[in-house]
């Protein structure tokens, strides 16, 4: 009897035990909980709970070289948003058709944004953007009409020089499903203005600065909770960005090359600052934040002229006799063929099963080197070309970035084409030619350049070798403090192993095509002395036409003691275009603007008659 006592008080004494220390555990498992890991516990409840709106940071502002006057700001704008929770769901139909009219699109639009799966959330969510604030205005008057819909602050982009810089600065636009996926991590979120194109995309990390954030508490239902706090984490605004442009002359630039299908480079040789870029045909960017923007859109995407495309960057041409200057330098460079020795002219050359006919058709009579540059003899250099042989020519030609990116600071950047015969093999399954040599000794046949390109090959002559990258970036800003925060500084491109001798020699051949050459009865400025090259290029070789591409290549002044003073101008004008010999017409103007700090006006009213009449093709 008194073993058996013993051992329920021995049960009785484990189970208290057991339960005592079930308790102990519980007891410093609730403590651990509520004490030591509340913090983070605290955080998740809250997690759950709270829901995040962004808060749209100002876009940094885009200025010209001289960062007074922005090229483009930040207009003040509404977003409209719709939360479809807070509504019945057969009452959103009408919904969507009264908003549709206030902001003057179809319903339908307004639909696709809310799909059936967000009908009951209280999510907002982001209908249409730039919406002015009159339309708010008319919205919160009536209210009562508009349960549902609420508005957020989004400024939108204003484009000071719309046609000039469209191409070079680009536009923003909203983000689309494609760029979220790409972009997620890097911050962006539905509804994010993104840029699309030029500086606006280059750049967008910069310019965008970073959203801010407001948190609000909801319920199970997504619910905003009333009398909750709401925390608040401000924007940061995004740079400002200064570019080497010059308002000035891309004006000049723009107006000089009028409405013709081409383009226009003006670039500072000694560092690569682009001064100038100019495309035609040309678009508004404005247009995209107004009512119609996706027709404006759709009609420029169907126009066959293709005015997004950047013709100065993402065209390759033939580049027809401005090519020579490659020529003249790989003559000069490898010295087995002398500089005086003449060729004759006759107006054509026989080779193999075929005749070759030069520009000039009664020929040019007996011409050296310089004297067929001037002259832009094609029977000079079809013969140096023969002697010279591909695969020399077309070493010089990557020497002078023919077929290479010059890796200016845009997007889509073409590279043209150098042909090799390995490339004809495998492209076209046809050997390599001698008349594909002939054919490449005057620009013409495969080879392709881009305008960015060609300004860079006549960089390389002034600067006596050196290539220093293009770039369009100066500096950013930090818009509180108005410090800079970056600065540009040139950086070489390429190093030619060519010797300055030659490049000082081909720099006097080319001022000898302006004094005594092909572009004497056109260059006719006295504001400086110019030295380049013309160019007129069959859209396909070896075919008869009357429409030719037309190409001025050309830097001044030609003497200087400060090489800063220099700036390289490249002029393309279309085939597609009246053929009027424009592209040294262009620069003349361009030019003199420059030099004589004049205007568009002023410099016609200057050299008229500025251009002397032109008859058939000149080269």
Sequence with gaps: MESQERLQRRRFVILTGILAGGIGVLVLYLFWLQIVRVGEYTQRARDVSERETPITAQRGEIFDTRGDDPLVFNVDSFAVDVVPGDLPVSALPGLFSRLAKVLSVPAEDIAQKVPPKSYRSFQPIEVMGGVSLQTISVIAEHSGDFAGVRWHNKPIRSYVESGALAHVIGYVGDINREELQVLYNKGYAPGTALGKSGIEKQYDELLRGRDGKSYRVVDVKEKGVEGADEKVVPPTPGLNVVLTIDRRIQKLAEQALGPRNGSVVVLRPSTGEVLALVSYPTFDPNQFFSVGSSEYFAKLSLDPSSPFLDRAIQSAYPPGSTFKIIMTSGIIDDGT??????????????????????????????????????????????????????????????????????????????????????????????????????????????????????????????????????????????????????????????????????????????????????????????????????????????????????WFAAYGPYHTDNPDDRVVVVVMAEASDNWEWWAPKAANLIFQGIFAHQTYEETVATLKPWYAPVVGRID
Aim: aromatic share 8%.
């Design 337 to 550: 063929i002398p500089v005086n020795q003449a060729v004759l002219c006759t107006g054509k050359i026989e080779f193999g099963d075929r005749v070759f006919n030069c520009w000039q058709k009664t020929g040019h009579g007996y011409e050296d080197l310089f004297g067929g540059l001037a002259q832009s003899c094609d029977v000079y250099f079809w013969t140096m070309g023969n002697r010279l042989g591909p695969d020399k020519i077309l070493s010089y030609a990557r020497d002078f970035g023919v077929g290479s990116l010059t890796g200016i600071d845009l997007p889509g950047e073409a590279s043209g084409l150098l042909p090799t015969p390995e490339w004809k093999e495998k492209v076209r399954h046809i050997s390599w030619l001698g008349g594909d040599t002939l054919n490449l000794s005057i620009g013409q046949g495969f080879v392709t350049m881009t305008p960015l390109q060609m300004a860079d090959m006549v960089a390389m002559v002034v600067n006596e070798g050196v290539v220093y990258r293009p770039h369009l970036l100066k500096e950013t800003v930090d818009p509180q403090t108005n410090q800079p925060v970056t600065v540009v500084r040139p950086e070489v491109l390429h190093q030619s192993p060519i010797s300055k001798e030659t490049f000082r020699q081909v720099q006097d051949a080319l001022r000898g095509v302006i004094t005594v050459g092909t572009a004497g009865p056109v260059i006719t400025t006295k504001a400086v002395e110019i030295a380049g090259k013309t160019g007129t290029a069959q859209t396909v070789a070896g075919v008869e036409t009357k429409a030719w591409h037309s």
